[in-house]
């Protein structure tokens, strides 16, 4: 099993900036890939980035590309999302996923964002 928490959201007028962060434990090793989803009230939950752990190759969902960063610091088995220019419709609950090459298999709780027009 792996473990995720994440954290670093809060409250941020349009414009703004936000890092979230995520710590894996439990067994890291089977790690291939970590990443971020988030979903706003009424709406589906929805892809925002993620990083492969060991080449450190990134996708972005289109809404954030350029905005948003993933990174990932492997001694301390945890990623970040870097969040910059944050507009009212990032606002929603971000969570940390993990897994293998497809798929993913363990989540965060989840951390809010609430971004201010």
């Known amino acids: 099993q792996v473990q995720l928490i994440d954290s670093g959201g809060g409250l941020v007028q349009a414009g703004g900036s936000l890092r979230l962060s995520c710590a894996a434990s439990?067994?890291?090793?089977?790690?291939?890939?970590m990443g971020w989803f988030r979903q706003a009230p009424g709406k589906e939950r929805e892809f925002v980035a993620q990083i492969s752990w060991s080449g450190g190759r990134t996708n972005y969902a289109d809404s954030v590309k350029g905005r948003f960063t993933i990174s990932k610091e492997n001694a301390k088995n945890t990623v970040y999302l870097q969040m910059n220019s944050l507009k009212p419709e990032d606002t929603a609950v971000y969570y940390c996923?993990?897994?293998?090459?497809?798929?993913?298999?363990?989540w965060g709780q989840g951390t809010q964002v609430t971004v201010s027009s």
């Open positions: 996923v993990a897994g293998p090459e497809q798929g993913y298999d363990y």
């Open positions: 439990g067994r890291t090793f089977s790690i291939y890939r």
